[in-house]
């Protein structure tokens, strides 16, 4: 994981004890004392208190950041890039001091750690190649310079919001600055308390790397309800939200409920291969991916092999100790009603029961799945981010369709014909990100965020 010269991975306690002061980060705080208290995902200890930021910060932010950005933006894009390669560096470096921070900060297992981890190495080259295209075509030829051409700033708004998503903490976060960063934008990033200490890493990386100071601010409610005040406020002062591919909203209630995302495996679908796709993308980081494919809907003739390779794997991938991810109790409570939703609409328990979900002490939980022998065409119960799965058997397509009218915008289909043919039948539809014969996958990739940056009208605007 880290070469001889990377220093020792931190315990718990000193995750946050080494860390520069959190307003010389770039977390915005009036001095007030309201706190987030930050703990152990899988032990409970309080790992540190950090100060939180309240709604007077959110104006402060603002102003800080349209300063910062009249400079940050004549920057030339090589400038912007070697910050982007010195960051890259630093991250390279220094993983052991991310990788407790994503389990015991995140609540992240050894396996979605190490993914998240890899995901966010790749992420860097990735947007490098991006922007040089993107800005390859701002580039005029100048006549009086002998034919050579000068580069031509892309506009960019000038201020944009991002937010960081629980399980996806680095590459939510990366997602959401990278590509802003390069446009010449600030950007402010609501955090969490699970993704706070990571973040503040990764802003102690990009200080170092030399980001000047306001173009990457951070601001951390106290509670659910100052999340909502925080994200209403950021709404209003700045100029556009950084295109990401699921952003967590917040709701005055409490969590919104997401759709479903959808897995169809057909009659000619390579059983063992879906089977394979379909347990990481359900359960994988505690079913908390914007992706996770918590509706499967299965053709009869494949449904009974389907439904014990399915009901086995899950099995062994519960018990497999580096798979397990730690979910918050309120997840968990939202998911044992989202279970009793499903049967009063006529879906079985397969593998685990409601009572599955009360609080354990390590925090973990094991997956449920349902079954439904079809779906009379009642709403899909929204699905909370717990490790839930419900299989739908269906006989003809138009019940594909139909129940892809309540899914997300992610759908993954099992099938060995022409992928062409399905996608006309789908349009109208939410699914938009269609993948054939694989798992839905999460992600917007640089291009697609550079092109809705300039572009707002955009699907990701």
């Known amino acids: 994981m880290t070469s001889s010269s990377t220093p020792s991975a931190p315990t718990p306690a000193q995750l946050c004890a080494d860390l520069p002061d959190p307003t010389a980060l770039g977390l915005v705080t009036s001095g007030s004392d309201a706190c987030a208290s930050v703990a152990s995902a899988f032990t409970g200890r309080r790992l540190a208190t950090i100060p939180a930021s309240v709604p007077t ?3 402060q932010a603002a102003g800080r950041a349209r300063a910062a950005q009249q400079l940050w933006h004549t920057a030339p894009l090589s400038r912007r890039i070697g910050i982007l390669r010195e960051l890259r560096a630093r991250f390279r470096a220094e993983r052991a001091l991310l990788y407790p921070a994503l389990v015991h900060g995140c609540g992240l297992g050894s396996v979605d750690t190490v993914t998240e981890l890899h995901l966010a190495d790749r992420y860097f080259p990735a947007c490098e190649a991006a922007a040089r295209a993107h800005f390859r075509r701002y580039r005029l030829p100048r006549p009086h310079l002998s034919g050579r051409v000068v580069q031509r700033a892309a506009p960019a708004h000038a201020v944009v919001t991002s937010c960081t998503d629980d399980a996806h903490p680095l590459m939510s976060l990366l997602e959401g600055a990278l590509p802003a960063l390069l446009c010449g934008s600030a950007v402010i990033t609501r955090l969490s308390a699970r993704t706070a200490v990571a973040a503040l890493r990764m802003a102690q990386h990009a200080r170092a790397a030399g980001l000047p100071d306001g173009v990457w601010q951070f601001v951390l409610p106290q509670s659910g309800t100052a999340t909502w005040a925080l994200h209403a406020l950021l709404a209003e002062h700045s100029d556009a939200r950084a295109p990401q591919c699921c952003p967590a909203t917040p709701h ?82 939202r998911g044992a009603a989202w279970a009793q939703a499903a049967r009063a609409c006529g879906a079985r328990p397969v593998l685990g029961t409601p009572r599955g979900f009360a609080p354990r002490p390590d925090a973990l939980w094991h997956p449920m799945v349902l079954a439904a022998s079809s779906w009379d065409g009642a709403p899909i ?37 022409r992928f062409s043919q399905f996608l006309p039948q789908f349009a109208g539809l939410p699914a938009e990100h269609i993948t054939p014969n694989a798992a839905p996958r999460s992600g917007l990739s640089p291009r697609q965020a550079l092109h809705a940056l300039q572009h707002p009208a955009g699907p990701y605007g």
């Not at 839930?388 to 397509?397: E, N, S």
Request: proline share 9%; with cysteine.
């Open 57 to 59: 910060d959110v104006h």
């Open 381 to 417: 119960p929204a699905v909370p981010r717990a490790p839930l799965a419900l299989l739908v058997r269906f006989t003809a397509w138009s019940e594909v369709l139909d129940l892809a009218r309540h899914s997300n915008r992610h759908l993954g289909m099992f099938t060995r014909t």
């Open 252 to 333: 005055p209630e409490g969590e919104t409920l997401a759709p479903p995302g959808l897995l169809v495996v057909r009659h000619d679908a390579a059983v063992p291969a879906a089977v394979r796709a379909a347990v990481p993308s359900c359960f994988g980081r505690a079913g908390r991916t914007c992706a996770a494919a918590s509706l499967i809907a299965v053709h009869q003739s494949v449904w009974s092999p389907f439904e014990s390779a399915f009901t086995r794997a899950a099995l062994h991938y519960s018990a497999h100790p580096a798979s397990r991810t730690a979910l918050p109790v309120a997840n968990a409570e």
